[in-house]
């Protein structure tokens, strides 16, 4: 509003355009557009000035006097008079063929938004696109009342509509990405005829929305009429790094139409049709142009470039455009397209290095079965794959594509081939370390972890597909790292990033062998051999791998685990965090209704029995206790434990009892003392205490529990220390 005010003073007659916007949703219940402000702009800050100027003395003629009378009469008609009544009127200036100047104005100076959208939905004759105002014409950030007609137009004549949108783009865009959307979705409906003027707005828009509706545009266009300056518009698109950023999924269904288009029908193009070629020069720059924007490590996250798909694609558009690249030169070699033509565009778009190389390596793998079986293309192959292979190995850290590339040529290299194969590898690995050089990593490595140079690294990572006779040199070393790491290297590179699996995600330790176990020798044999089993992952706390297996263990089959509560318990007794973790899935499974209630009973009891685990130090003691509990918590107001186990129940009690008394003291040692209360187990013992006091009552006959518990000082002290809580956290006990 402020801003609003502060405009109207560089703006004549604003505060009068404002209040009869006002007047205006008022009346027809719809806000004036720019067109209708402007048309009130016209018309009453006139008046309000001519009729000012005479009332200070400025003389008027009469026929200056008639003017401003109808011109008067004129305005509040458009204000007041209403749709209905002026309906007549409307339909006769929509149906006109042949609209005069006279007739423009009259339509622009409509201040009911109603009368402005009624006459574009009718209006017919195409001269209206000449006459009216663009105040009238033009789209709004959010609205574009002449949208009907425009669209009415274009079926009739696209070109005039797409260059009139052309000769006023500026105006358009000065309205914001929303007008410039508006008109994008126009013209897009003229097919390859909007080409020209949407190549204008994607090299100046960068807005996602706008990017959005034109790469809709593009994959709308059938295959058959698509051109070259097609390409030219989806490459712009590609290029707008906001684009892929934000629309990676949208930004692979284009690439893959652009690769797809290179090919008419799945066939090769006539030998006039240049549109493969502009289409490979196209793919690479926008290739070339998002890698000079990239690091070198980003392109190390994928270990295997051929597992990319576009129907599944990555959020990293990089990635998506390689894919684009290597899908079409493996469709070119399915078709016969010469391998020079393939590699050469890699050529002259790719920044050489060892990115480029390494697509050059899968373009090669990709089409070795069409190459390598042809006479004509398999000497070129090979002679690509050579010297290509030495700069692969020169450029350590290789990837799993990398290197199943070199155990192709490993197993399919030509004798003729052989020796410059092993040469070009022997020396871009370079010289093998001797063994005192060997004996002092191994030193520094088991002192301070020293890491591995990357040449050896790189032998290592690659000792599984290259020559005997290349590795010669370096198998001192290779024997060191495998004593050390004890086992030789993997079959191929193992990825910069993993997915932890289903079955790493314990640790290494492996659900479906305990649970497999646990069927076979029960529930308390397979907990006691979790609690030994050794934990292979370093990376992980053992306690934790334990807890989070037999968690899922419970919930896969939760009345097996229920079957022995006490002799699991007994397995982990040196352990709180497994036996909270057991404990706890158990009670998720009775909560589910999973568990019959004789079995929560048991269940609880053996829970209660394990308490002693809970008064160790270290993690997981306070989680036991609060899933003690809960355990007694659910049994008691569940009926059970009041009767035949007094013994029991007694202790349960004074058991509770200490850990309310303790949770209710004073606390100064911190800056939140509601924090801290929440995180220790006193709140979840005052619960279970007030749940078996009320099962207690309803048993007895009494409406409340005894007034021996309602007064107990732990309780009181607790709502003491409760009350000032209760207006940010008054949650009920139940």
Same mark, same amino acid.
């Given at each position: ?381 090979? !002679?690509?794959?050579?010297?290509? @292979?030495?700069? *692969? +190995?020169? %450029?350590?850290?290789? /990837?799993? &594509? =990398? ?16 020796a410059g194969l092993h040469s070009v590898l022997a020396q871009a690995l370079g010289q093998a370390p001797s063994r005192q050089e060997i004996s002092d990593w191994k030193d520094a490595y088991e002192t301070a972890h020293a890491s591995l140079p990357s040449a050896w690294r790189t032998v290592w990572e690659l000792s599984q597909v290259l020559a005997p006779e290349v590795l ?48 076979? !020798?029960?529930?308390?044999?397979? @907990?006691?051999? *979790? +609690?030994? %089993?050794?934990?292979? /992952?370093? &990376? =992980? ?194």
């Amino acid at each position: 509003m402020v801003d609003a005010l502060r405009a109207e003073e560089n703006n004549p007659g604003g505060r009068r355009v404002r209040q009869i916007g006002h007047l205006v949703q008022e009346l027809t219940r719809q806000e004036m557009g720019l067109a209708e402000a402007e048309a009130v702009r016209n018309s009453w800050t006139r008046f309000y000035r001519d009729t000012s100027g005479v009332l200070h003395g400025l003389g008027a003629t009469p026929e200056e006097s008639r003017e401003r009378f109808e011109g008067v009469v004129a305005a509040f008609e458009q204000l007041f008079l209403g749709l209905p009544e002026r309906v007549e009127r409307l339909r006769q200036l929509a149906s006109s063929e042949q609209p005069s100047p006279q007739d423009a104005a009259e339509i622009a100076s409509m201040s009911d938004p109603r009368a402005g959208s009624y006459f574009f939905r009718a209006a017919v004759s195409q001269h209206w696109l000449g006459l009216l105002s663009l105040d009238r014409l033009l789209p709004e950030a959010s609205r574009w009342p002449a949208l009907p007609y425009l669209r009415r137009q274009l079926a009739t004549d696209a070109p005039q509509v797409c260059a009139w949108v052309e000769q006023h783009l500026a105006a358009i865009e000065a309205r914001g990405p929303g007008a410039v959307g508006m008109a994008v979705s126009l013209v897009a409906e003229a097919g390859m005829k909007a080409c020209g003027v949407l190549q204008q707005i994607v090299r100046t828009q960068q807005d996602r929305h706008v990017l959005l509706r034109i790469s809709y545009w593009a994959r709308d266009v059938p295959v058959s009429e698509r051109t070259g300056q097609w390409v030219r518009v989806v490459e712009d698109v590609l290029r707008q790094p906001s684009f892929g950023a934000q629309e990676s999924w949208e930004a692979a269904q284009l690439a893959g139409s652009l690769a797809q288009t290179a090919h008419l029908e799945g066939q090769l193009r006539p030998d006039g049709d240049r549109l493969g070629v502009i289409i490979r020069s196209a793919l690479a720059s926008v290739l070339a142009m998002h890698l000079s924007e990239a690091d070198e490590w980003e392109v190390s996250l994928v270990n295997d470039l051929r597992e990319i798909s576009l129907a599944d694609p990555p959020h990293r558009v990089l990635f998506t455009l390689m894919r684009a690249v290597l899908d079409l030169a493996r469709e070119d070699a399915r078709l016969g397209v010469p391998l020079s033509e393939r590699l050469r565009v890699l050529d002259n778009k790719l920044p050489a290095g060892p990115v480029a190389d390494r697509l050059r390596a899968v373009v090669l793998l990709e089409s070795y079965d069409h190459d390598g079986t042809d006479a004509a293309s398999s000497g070129t192959w090979w !002679e690509q794959a050579l010297p290509l @292979a030495g700069r *692969l +190995a020169a %450029a350590r850290s290789p /990837r799993a &594509d =990398v290197a199943d590339f070199l155990a192709l040529l490993k197993d399919a290299c030509p004798n003729q081939h052989r020796a410059g194969l092993h040469s070009v590898l022997a020396q871009a690995l370079g010289q093998a370390p001797s063994r005192q050089e060997i004996s002092d990593w191994k030193d520094a490595y088991e002192t301070a972890h020293a890491s591995l140079p990357s040449a050896w690294r790189t032998v290592w990572e690659l000792s599984q597909v290259l020559a005997p006779e290349v590795l010669e040199p370096w198998r001192p070393l290779l024997e060191t790292l495998t004593a050390l790491a004890g086992q030789p290297a993997p079959a191929r590179p193992e990825p910069v990033m993993r997915v932890t699996s289903w079955t790493e995600s314990h640790g290494g330790l492996s659900v479906d062998v305990f649970a497999a176990r646990a069927a076979e !020798e029960g529930p308390a044999a397979a @907990a006691r051999h *979790l +609690a030994t %089993a050794p934990v292979e /992952r370093t &990376d =992980v706390d053992a306690s934790d791998a334990r807890a989070g297996l037999l968690s899922d263990l419970v919930a896969q089959d939760p009345q097996l685990w229920a079957r022995d509560p006490g002799g699991v318990a007994a397995t982990a007794a040196g352990d709180p965090a497994v036996l909270a973790a057991y404990f706890n899935s158990l009670h998720r499974a009775a909560r589910e209704g999973k568990i019959a209630d004789a079995e929560l009973a048991a269940i609880a009891l053996a829970a209660f029995a394990a308490r002693s685990a809970a008064g160790q130090d270290g993690p997981g003691a306070g989680q036991l206790q609060r899933v003690i509990c809960n355990l007694l918590h659910r049994a008691w107001e569940s009926g059970l434990l009041l009767e035949g186990a007094s013994a029991t129940a007694e202790g349960a009690v004074e058991w509770l009892e200490g850990l309310v008394t303790g949770w209710t003291q004073p606390r100064t040692d911190t800056p939140q003392p509601l924090l801290t209360a929440l995180d220790e187990p006193g709140g979840a013992a005052l619960l279970s205490l007030i749940a078996r006091a009320l099962q207690q009552a309803q048993r007895t006959g009494q409406g409340w529990p005894p007034r021996s518990v309602l007064c107990w000082p732990g309780c009181w002290r607790a709502s003491r220390m409760i009350r000032p809580w209760r207006s940010s956290a008054s949650a009920s006990p139940s």
